[in-house]
């Protein structure tokens, strides 16, 4: 039993022994790896080692050889080499301390149990010892022992080395292959014996100046330097120089002969041999001279050929042929221009070395002259010359007259003045216009057999047809082109003008808009008036101050100016009225009168009423009672005209109005008869023309623009024209629905072609308009017969109204006087109550008066008819202030302290 327990520790022991040798192994393999792949990678630096050492690859094959051997030695000796089992006991036991040396004990005490030695021994001791020893080896574990994780570094620098090896085979495959053969092959890469020299010259005819390279490459035993002998020709070796040549690397050796002048013999020196004799031939470089340039121009320029000498370059018109001539230094066999472009051109070789050539200048840039010898040399460096083509300059045209923007009548010609030049001369001028259907068409102004570098001329355009409805523009320009032959005639074009045609309505609105604007600045004028009343009234009781006066003579210059500004747009409205066709001699007539008034109020009232008002500048008391009756009489004469001249300007304003209605009228009449007049001649051809029916429509359309115009019109001016001409009952029932309801069944028959219905329907068409015609004109009679009816009856009545209050107000006047004469010896005593009897008598009264004054004066300002009248609601709104203003005066006289001054 004894035997089968060390048996087990025995058998345990020998699988750690195998364990621990193979685990040895990997480990120095993998050592064997790194160093092989280190040993790899340095010999790629052996190549230019060589170069200084020569026995570098054989010290490197056997080093490394003599390395490799023994670190594979060093590998396998764990292979071969046992080990004793106390050091294996020892290696478990360090592991595993609580084994307390049984493993050791029991390998030791072993043997004693095969000897007879009772006396010394305990042989049961040493049994239960290996007992014990067996049944713990088991229990342990030959990877903890052994621990496999000591090949990590090692096997992690291996394979670190070897992929970089992998790595650098890929990128660099040439120079690891040399390594590799380096350590195969040591002896191969000896170094010779022998020197050999293999000489390669640059060039063995060369141009003056040009570098002449020497290379020489030296095989077998390589010396350290090398010399170059050199002689020129006609000198001998002896006569020579010597030259130390450049150490290149890999046994290449150089030396340049830089600028060479003539030529020239050399021969490679080296410590223990020398090269043949080699010759170099320097030839001087071609070249040309005497250059000569013929010019023959363009044959529209009328230019004579020209010669130039000296130099190379050429300017010259497009088109224009140049022939050159030079000399060469010596025989060419071949010459070409070449252009910047890329392109060239052939030279022809002369004798006695002249060279021609021909080119035509079509663009600028640059070109050389180049040729070539019998050798195949060219001259190099060649000079560049310039081209210069002066380019055929586009002609020029101005329009002198008329101005570039100009308002014209179609029915007179338009005289253009134009001055046009070129270089070589203009051959056509046109005039190009551009039609209302946007069209471009030319008319041809002169074209010239003989083209004149200056032309001066003059065209009368005759536009009537040409140009597009009022108010409409049609630009045009001149065209002109030159002779150019050779890049295509060139054209020039004048700056652009325009003709707007003058429109008579958009004329005759400005001047509608100017009365209107004359209406409206009357009316403020009048208003500014009646405000400056109002603050002038507390003046009159009390005197301004100073600053307050000084305002007050603002006021009445502000007012000065303002009327001067009115009798300038008087005076523009009648130079439109002198011009506008549209426009009667009424309404001159009416603006001349408004003018003459106007001036007369800003020459006359309103110089009175500031010399008026000069009283109330100069005293520091109320002015008396026939300086303030003066003031009032010169406010009231100039706030009267004014009124007048207010409610004229918008009397003028609605005449002109009327006369509109009437001239819109008579233009679609005479539209109407145009279109019968087309209906007639149409229904006299064979068959339809597609052009006079498209004509036709038109009209049409013209006709129907003109009714819409006038059914604009009407609805827009109730509320600037008098009522007995809106209200006017053949106005209220103009039959504009059956007129439109006519032109299109008008156009309806046309798209039919039924010409005779169409004729039949326009004239059912004429008819209706020339009774609403009618019925325009009968109600602008009764409306000029009677002017403004309704406005008179009102205002007559508002009148009586206020009549009647100012009758009301001098009874109660009256009685109040009468009331106080009656108490006058009683007043010293009974002041105050006879007073407040007074007042509680008359206060009612006056308080009934206002009251009723308010009311009348709000109804009248809310009616329709005052609220359409701004004018003659301002003149309701002065009597009302007036008026207010006497009551107050009333009142103000009867408080305590002008009782006295009515007794």
């Known amino acids: ?23 040895t192994f990997l480990e120095r393999l993998a050592l064997w790896l790194a160093v092989f792949s280190v040993i790899l990678l340095g010999g790629m630096a052996l190549r230019p080692l060589q170069e200084w050492f020569a026995y570098a690859p054989l010290l490197y094959s056997l080093g490394s050889g003599l390395l490799l051997l023994l670190l594979a030695g060093y590998a396998l000796i764990p292979l071969l080499r046992p080990y004793a089992s106390d050091f294996l006991a020892l290696l478990v036991e360090r592991q595993y301390p609580w084994l307390r040396n049984n493993l050791i004990n029991s390998l030791q005490l072993y043997p004693f149990l095969e000897r007879e030695d009772p006396a010394q021994r305990s042989k049961g001791l040493i049994q239960g010892l290996l007992a014990q020893t067996a049944s713990q080896v088991p229990r342990l574990d030959i990877g903890k022992v052994v621990d496999i994780r000591l090949l990590y570094r090692p096997f992690l620098l291996a394979f670190s080395l070897s992929a970089t090896l992998g790595l650098v085979s890929l990128l660099a495959p040439l120079p690891l292959q040399h390594s590799l053969d380096f350590l195969l092959h040591p002896w191969a890469h000896l170094p010779p014996r022998q020197t050999v020299m293999e000489v390669d ?16 490459t030296v095989t077998g035993r390589r010396p350290h330097t090398l010399s170059l002998r050199y002689w020129e020709e006609g000198r001998g070796p002896e006569q020579g120089k010597r030259y130390q040549m450049t150490a ?65 370059d050429i300017e010259a018109l497009v088109g224009s042929e140049v022939r050159m001539e030079m000399v060469a230094n010596r025989e060419m066999v071949a010459g070409r221009l070449l252009f910047d472009d890329g392109s060239q051109l052939p030279l022809t070789i002369g004798e006695n070395g002249l ?62 003045n134009y001055v046009a030049q070129d270089d070589f001369g203009v051959k056509e001028v046109y005039l190009v216009y551009t039609t209302p259907q946007q069209e471009e068409k030319k008319i041809s102004l002169q074209v010239l057999s003989k083209p004149r570098t200056l032309l001066r001329g003059e065209y009368y355009w005759d536009i009537l047809g040409i140009l597009p409805t009022a108010g409409g523009m049609v630009s045009y320009f001149l065209e002109v082109w030159d002779n150019d032959t050779i890049s295509g005639p060139k054209k020039g074009v004048s700056r652009t003008h325009y003709l707007k045609v003058r429109s008579q309505e958009e004329e005759h609105e400005r001047l509608q808009e100017l009365q209107k604007e ?30 307050e006066w000084q305002r007050l003579q603002q006021d009445q210059q502000a007012q000065r100016q303002q009327a001067r500004r009115i009798l300038s747009q008087l005076e523009e409205a009648l130079r439109r009225v002198e011009r506008d066709p549209m426009s009667n001699y009424t309404t001159f007539e009416d603006l001349s009168t408004l003018q003459q008034n106007l001036a007369f109020t800003e020459k006359r009232l309103m110089p009175e009423m500031q010399k008026a008002l000069e009283p109330l500048g100069q005293r520091r008391r109320p002015v008396e009672a026939e300086e303030e009756e003066a003031i009032r009489r010169a406010q009231e004469r100039l706030t009267s005209e004014l009124e007048k001249m207010a409610l004229y ?67 827009q001016l109730p509320s600037s024209l008098p009522d007995e001409f809106v209200n006017n009952e053949a106005i209220q029932n103009l039959p504009f629905d059956d007129m439109q309801q006519t ?96 007042r509680a008598q008359s206060q009612p009264e006056v308080d009934r008066l206002l009251k009723k004054n308010r009311v009348l004066w709000e109804e009248l300002s809310h009616s329709p008819y005052f609220q359409e009248r701004p004018s003659e609601r301002l003149h309701l709104s002065r009597n009302y202030f007036q008026m207010s203003r006497e009551l107050s005066k009333v009142l103000h006289n009867f408080s305590p302290e002008k009782v006295g001054e009515l007794f």
Not at 695 to 710: F, G, H, M, P, V
């Open 201 to 216: 010259v640059s060039a063995r005819r060369v141009l003056t100046g040009e570098p002449v390279t020497v290379t020489v």
């Open 518 to 547: 004359i209406a409206e600045s009357l009316l403020n004028l009048l208003g500014n008036q009646l405000e400056f009343s109002e603050k002038l009234e507390p003046f009159l009781q009390e005197p301004p101050s100073p600053q």
């Open 355 to 416: 060279i021609r050539g021909n080119t035509v200048v079509m663009k600028s840039g640059g070109y050389t002259i180049e040729v070539t010898d019998r050798y195949g040399f060219t001259n190099p460096n060649p000079i560049h010359y310039r081209i210069q083509a002066i380019p055929d300059r586009h002609p020029q045209v101005e329009i002198v007259s008329p101005p570039e923007e100009i308002t014209v009548d179609e029915s007179k010609p338009i005289p253009i």
């Open 743 to 838: 032109l299109d069944a008008l156009r309806q028959k046309l798209a039919e072609g039924d010409i005779e219905g169409a004729k039949a329907l326009a004239q059912q068409l004429l008819k209706s308009l020339s009774e609403m015609m009618a019925a325009l004109q009968n109600a602008q009679n009764l409306a000029q017969s009677m002017p403004f009816g309704g406005q008179q009856s009102n205002m007559e009545r508002a009148a009586n109204e206020l009549t009647d209050i100012v009758r009301e107000q001098q009874e109660i006047l009256r009685e109040t006087v009468r009331h106080d004469k009656r108490f006058t010896q009683r007043i010293n005593q009974r002041q105050r109550q006879d007073f407040a009897r007074l």
């Open 649 to 715: 300007a918008d009397d003028i304003a609605k005449r002109s109005r009327m006369q509109d209605l009437e001239n819109v009228g008579q233009k679609l009449l005479r539209q109407q008869n145009n279109l019968l007049d087309s209906l007639d001649r149409l229904s006299r051809l064979d068959q339809l023309d597609p052009k006079a029916l498209q004509a036709l429509q038109k009209e049409l359309d013209e006709i129907e623009r003109l009714l819409q115009s006038l059914m604009e019109a009407l609805s």
């Open 1 to 23: 039993m004894d035997r089968v327990h060390y048996r087990r520790i025995e058998h345990f022991l020998r699988r750690v022994a195998l364990r621990l040798r193979l685990l």
């Open 248 to 312: 290149a690397g890999g046994g290449r050796f150089l030396y340049t002969f830089s600028q060479p002048q003539k030529p020239f013999h050399f021969q490679v020196l080296a410590p223990t041999v020398s090269s043949a004799v080699y010759d170099v031939d320097v030839l001087p470089p071609p070249a040309v001279a005497n250059l000569k340039l013929h010019y023959f121009y363009p044959a529209y320029t009328d230019l004579p050929p020209a010669v130039r000498e000296g130099s190379g």
